[in-house]
């Protein structure tokens, strides 16, 4: 007996074995029934005074216990035929000083409909793992390509083509542009045309993560880190991105103090989970974005300069839907094709008023201003043409921008002021409230997005909100 088995009271040998399998046969070398259970006797219709000192094969129809006892050979999972089924029984051979002294025999299914009633919840099981797992998966890939970065003008194919030469490249990648460019359709479409693109591709959004999460998020968490910490801990997206790459949309929003770690990150290709000791060594590559000026950022001593040249290996910048508008009909076309099949329609055009309307405008809520747009032409159209009537309100009434929105706000065409003059904080006042309200038109009414497009943060947009009446 193994050191500590003798403390176990022997009344208790049996019950154990019984406990451990439910239905057990013992023999010795020469295949002599040494021990057999009740659960197993019962199976095969016998006592266990018939069965004990008899040959294993004249008692167990099929039995092949004597063979193992004698080959010292382990056969697992192994079908024998019994009682007019089958079984699936496990035999394990028994060694005593490096020779065989017997075998163990248990059964794990006593007929083919038990096997197939295990075999149906682990199955339940295993198609449930699939399913997540491909989810995981799914999500974790990149869903654009090359192909699907619309234009023609010369300022948007110049950006294109770079980041089409620079995508086999390891280098970090720092794509600048106005919200709504599709800062993030180009660094889908930089993973997928990599040697990478067969990795995971993970995006994270640094403004939409509360400070105190972001670190747990980036660099995950040991079991106990903190209050509600998950058992296990969890993996962060520094880890789900190994060997692939990793999107910080808007970077410019990552706190001072998260800048710090992100950068040793970078430098040293290893991480810390939060509460954890050990260094977990990684492989990503990093494609960063923003809307804001990380050169103002870091004379002002907003963003670490250390980062910034660590992140600013490839600049690509964006051009806004403004000085790209040849491009409009063409993006908008692809567009309706892509709004059509989520709202199963088919043929959808625009008539010549509204495509000299969408060219008039300024966008700054730029290409995912236009989708909203779009979206909500769609959603009012009866026909399949649509006509200025279906735009909304404020691009419906708009007469002909001028590229500084400002100046719009104060003179008509022939420049005659449409505002009385007054003093001019009433003055100010008023152009800062029809700018909110503009914004938040383009950014089809979310707020956050609308203080991007103004430049201003979260809580001071709340507040002009609240000040000038906007719901």
């Known amino acids: 007996m193994s050191r500590g088995f003798e403390n176990i009271p022997?009344?208790?040998?049996?019950?154990?074995?019984?406990?451990?399998?439910e239905r057990i046969v013992i023999v010795d070398r020469n295949g002599i029934i040494l021990y057999i259970n009740?659960?197993?006797?019962?199976?095969?219709?016998?006592?266990?005074?018939?069965?004990?000192?008899?040959?294993?094969?004249e008692v167990i129809e099929n039995s092949r216990m004597h063979i193992v006892a004698k080959t010292g050979k382990k056969e697992l999972a192994a079908l024998q035929p019994i009682n007019g089924s089958e079984m699936i029984a496990n035999r394990f051979p028994l060694f005593e000083n490096g020779e065989v002294v017997g075998a163990l025999g248990t059964v794990m299914f006593r007929n083919p409909e038990e096997w197939r009633m295990y075999q149906s919840k682990i199955q339940q099981l295993v198609d449930e793992l699939t399913y997540?797992?491909?989810?995981?998966?799914?999500?974790?890939?990149?869903?654009?390509s090359f192909q699907d970065l619309i234009g023609t003008s010369?300022?948007?194919?110049?950006a294109k083509k770079l980041a089409e030469r620079v995508s086999g490249s390891n280098s970090s990648v720092l794509l600048i542009g106005e919200s709504g460019t599709g800062k993030e359709l180009f660094a889908h479409a930089i993973h997928e045309n990599s040697f990478r693109s067969s990795a995971p591709f993970v995006a994270i959004n640094c403004a939409s993560i509360p400070e105190h999460l972001l670190e747990s998020?980036?660099?995950g968490y040991e079991e106990g880190a903190?209050?509600?910490?998950?058992?296990?801990?969890?993996?962060?997206?520094?880890?789900l991105a190994n060997g692939g790459t990793l999107f910080l949309d808007e970077i410019g929003d990552m706190p001072l103090s998260m800048q710090s770690k992100l950068l040793r990150v970078l430098q040293e290709?290893?991480?810390?989970?939060?509460?954890?000791?050990?260094?977990?060594?990684?492989?990503?590559r990093i494609i960063a974005a923003t809307h804001r000026d990380l050169e103002?950022?870091?004379?002002?001593?907003?963003?670490?300069?250390?980062?910034?040249?660590?992140?600013?290996?490839?600049?690509?910048?964006?051009?806004?839907?403004?000085?790209?508008?040849?491009d409009i009909p063409l993006i908008s076309m692809n567009l309706l094709k892509k709004l059509e099949k989520r709202f199963y329609r088919k043929g959808i055009e625009l008539s010549d008023e509204v495509l000299k309307r969408l060219m008039e405008h300024t966008w700054p809520g730029n290409i995912r201003e236009l989708e909203n747009v779009l979206e909500r032409c769609i959603n009012v159209l009866d026909g399949k043409t649509i006509q200025l009537g279906h735009l909304p309100l404020y691009l419906r009434d708009q007469k002909n921008e001028c590229d500084d929105p400002i100046q719009s706000t104060f003179k008509t065409n022939k420049g005659t002021p449409t505002l009385p003059l007054q003093p001019l904080k009433e003055t100010l006042a008023q152009a800062e409230k029809q700018a909110i309200q503009h914004a938040l038109a383009a950014a089809n009414g979310n707020k956050l997005e609308a203080a991007k497009l103004l430049d201003i943060g979260k809580t001071s947009f709340y507040e002009k909100c609240k000040l000038y009446n906007i719901k």
Request: glycine share 8%; charged share 25%.
């Open 10 to 21: 022997s009344s208790w040998h049996e019950q154990i074995m019984n406990l451990l399998a």
């Open 38 to 57: 009740e659960a197993y006797c019962e199976f095969i219709g016998t006592t266990i005074n018939q069965a004990i000192g008899r040959p294993v094969q």
């Open 296 to 326: 103002k950022m870091v004379k002002g001593g907003n963003f670490r300069q250390d980062l910034y040249y660590r992140l600013n290996v490839i600049k690509i910048d964006i051009p806004p839907l403004r000085k790209r508008k040849e």
């Open 226 to 239: 903190f209050t509600g910490a998950k058992k296990g801990g969890k993996m962060g997206q520094f880890e």
């Open 269 to 284: 290709k290893e991480l810390q989970r939060v509460g954890g000791h050990k260094f977990i060594p990684v492989d990503v």
């Open 217 to 219: 998020e980036l660099y």
């Open 132 to 144: 997540y797992q491909t989810k995981v998966q799914k999500d974790l890939k990149s869903k654009y």
């Open 154 to 158: 010369s300022a948007f194919l110049a």
